[in-house]
């Protein structure tokens, strides 16, 4: 792989999950967007050096983006400073504190608070809304993917 196409892949992920896509937001806090950037290609470069070469040439441009990804998520997950951004990091496509819901009457709402349990087997996301209306406190909780 050409070290020009390492970068345009690199540069191509960042664009992406720093900036948000219409229907994607970022899940990284842009405080840590430099550190995050830094680590991720050291441990791109050292998983890419890591290769035996009869391994290099089996390895498409997929697997390599979808490897930076995994090492991009996994350094931001070690740099966020709360709990709800680890959340977040885990959980990118979740809905976030200040995202809005409707409630079981279709009252819109805006989610003030929400954390992972665990019961059994399944983990859920529960969150916490707050009627727009008149501040009425409701929770649900969503099943999480495995």
């Given at each position: 792989m050409?070290d020009?196409?390492?970068?345009?892949?690199?540069e191509?992920?960042?664009?992406?999950?720093?900036?948000g896509?219409?229907?994607?937001?970022?899940p990284?806090?842009?405080y840590?967007h430099n550190?995050?950037?830094?680590r991720?290609i050291?441990?791109?470069?050292?998983?890419l050096d890591?290769?035996?070469?009869?391994?290099k040439?089996?390895?498409?441009?997929?697997?390599?983006?979808e490897?930076f990804?995994?090492?991009?998520?996994?350094?931001?997950?070690?740099?966020?400073l709360?709990e709800d951004e680890k959340n977040?990091?885990l959980?990118p496509?979740?809905?976030?504190?200040?995202?809005?819901?409707?409630?079981?009457?279709?009252?819109k709402s805006?989610?003030?608070?929400?954390h992972?349990?665990?019961?059994?087997?399944?983990t859920y996301?529960?969150?916490?809304?707050k009627r727009?209306?008149?501040d009425n406190?409701?929770?649900?909780?969503f099943e999480?993917?495995?």
């Amino acid at each position: 792989m050409k070290d020009v196409e390492k970068s345009e892949l690199v540069e191509q992920a960042f664009e992406f999950w720093f900036n948000g896509q219409e229907h994607i937001r970022s899940p990284f806090p842009s405080y840590i967007h430099n550190e995050l950037k830094q680590r991720a290609i050291i441990r791109f470069n050292q998983w890419l050096d890591g290769l035996k070469d009869d391994l290099k040439d089996e390895i498409n441009d997929e697997i390599v983006a979808e490897k930076f990804e995994e090492i991009l998520f996994e350094e931001a997950h070690k740099l966020v400073l709360t709990e709800d951004e680890k959340n977040t990091i885990l959980y990118p496509f979740l809905p976030r504190v200040g995202d809005h819901l409707n409630d079981y009457e279709g009252k819109k709402s805006e989610i003030i608070d929400r954390h992972i349990l665990a019961e059994k087997d399944v983990t859920y996301l529960k969150v916490k809304c707050k009627r727009i209306e008149d501040d009425n406190i409701w929770e649900t909780s969503f099943e999480l993917p495995v």
